[in-house]
């Protein structure tokens, strides 16, 4: 069985630690005082520092070491004799899920950031940090596709003109039972990117799936092509394959050609043109034994009261 | 029932599947080996169990909206199955049991049919 990883812990291993650390960090001179210290965590509200000594990075000093000083009573000392030396430091490319597996196993609050080639420090992470990055990313993640998917169901309305048309074509190899039935699973994300009522994509998929898989079992190949309006779908589906000889015995239910091998793919109990005309508001059949066949459906998307 | 409770029910094998759809509840189930049979009926069942282990299992039931898939009686699924399952994010198990024996156990859980009729009635 494969391991299977939730959406966060994908992120976890996707974002890098320079996408979720602070850069502006907050630093304390090596030689001022701890109550210089204590006025710092207090004013930036954070809980620890990086010590530097000019540019260099000397040490970790964090509100534990400010309360051990407190509680010690002796007077005033420079910072540097009761920070941490030779902080750990994580490097700024790692995966977050480094990081995280870090804090667990050292119980630390913080770790500074450095670029991995120059070793200079660029940024601070603490767990805080962390979880406001996953939670950005995930935020920014969840807006794209709510934007996506609000842009195309407005396209109708944003654009301007007097006719509005979308045309989009599918050609269905024949007999090929791996992409059988691939056309309509796009067209049914397709719709629903274009924000047409649920109910009325369902009927529409069905009738374009058992359509391609006729397509697909009964000929060498045909197209779909999908007309999509304010009001309305049109599919037509074109075929080159044998037609049909009887156009309403083919409607009735149960009537079917289909060899041993269709029933075997789970098709071929001549439902296939009845459920088409049950899920069309409207359907044509345009047929010639030796020339092929062209079903026409029309499915209305308006409201309920419209589509009468 | 949660479709991980329905996994451990059938002593089934997970093809595919995340953790957040095996938590999904499912009420309703139906079985059958007629894809076109399926696709004819008014309510959508939650879970599809079938004898047929091709693409056009996994086709239909993206088409019409099934969460899950259980392959009865070991039948192996191919990677193709696997694919159509990941890309239309259906849960896929296969069982050992058979057809008869899974649909029991499931009903004595508490699992229902959807809706079977075929007749042309449409609101």
């Known amino acids: 069985m494969e ?41 930036h509200s954070i809980s620890g520092v990086p010590v530097v000594d000019g540019d260099e990075l000397v040490g970790l000093a964090s509100i534990e070491d400010l309360i051990r000083w407190l509680s010690s009573r002796e007077p005033d ?47 601070i992470l603490t767990k805080g940090g962390i979880i406001e990055g996953v939670l950005r ?29 979308i045309y989009l074509t599918y050609n269905v190899p024949g007999k090929d039972f791996d992409r059988a039935g691939s056309a309509s699973t796009r067209m049914k994300r397709n719709l629903k990117r274009l924000g047409i009522r649920p109910d009325i994509i369902h009927r529409l998929a069905i009738a374009s799936y058992e359509a391609e898989m006729n397509v697909v079992i009964y000929t060498d190949g045909g197209t779909m092509e999908y007309r999509i309006s304010p009001h309305e779908v049109i599919l037509r589906v074109r075929d080159r394959g044998p037609g049909i000889s009887d156009v309403e015995e083919a409607l009735r239910p149960g009537w079917s050609t289909a060899e041993p091998w269709v029933r075997d793919l789970g098709f071929g109990a001549g439902m296939g ?6 899920c069309a508001d409207k359907l044509e059949i345009d047929s010639h034994p030796g020339r092929g066949t062209t079903l026409k459906m029309r499915i209305f998307t308006g409201e309920a009261d419209e589509a009468q | 029932m ?33 894809m076109s049979d399926i696709l004819a009926r008014v309510d959508v069942p939650e879970l599809l169990l ?29 990677e193709k199955m696997i694919e159509i399952a990941q890309e239309e994010e259906i849960v896929l198990l296969t069982t050992p049991a058979s057809l008869f024996e899974s649909c029991g156990k499931l009903y004595a859980q508490g699992l229902r049919s959807a809706q079977p009729s075929t007749d042309s009635s449409r609101s």
């Open chain 1, 273 to 278: 043109l009845p459920n088409i005309k049950k």
């Open chain 2, 50 to 78: 079938t004898r047929l282990n091709n693409s056009q299992v996994m086709r239909t039931s993206a088409v019409f909206g099934i969460k899950a898939v259980v392959i009865v009686r070991g039948r192996a699924v191919d």
């Open chain 1, 3 to 43: 391991p299977r990883y939730g959406k966060t812990q994908e992120l976890l291993y996707e974002l890098k630690i320079e996408q979720v650390m602070r850069t502006d960090v907050v630093t304390i001179a090596s030689d001022a005082t701890m109550s210089e210290l204590r006025e710092i965590l207090r004013e």
């Open chain 1, 77 to 123: 000392c420079a910072v540097h004799e009761q920070m941490t030396r030779d902080p750990e430091c994580l490097h700024a490319d790692q995966p977050l899920v480094h990081a995280l597996r870090r804090f667990d196993e050292s119980g630390f609050g913080r770790f500074p950031i450095v670029e991995r080639a120059s070793g200079r420090m660029v940024g």
């Open chain 1, 137 to 165: 990313k995930l935020e920014r993640e969840f807006k794209e596709e709510e934007i996506r998917a609000y842009r195309v169901s407005h396209i109708f309305e944003d654009l301007l003109a007097d006719y509005k048309e």
């Open chain 2, 2 to 34: 949660k479709l991980k409770e329905v996994v451990e029910l059938l002593g089934a094998d997970l093809a595919f599947g995340t953790d957040s759809q095996l938590a999904e509840e499912v009420q309703t189930a139906a079985a059958s080996d007629l």
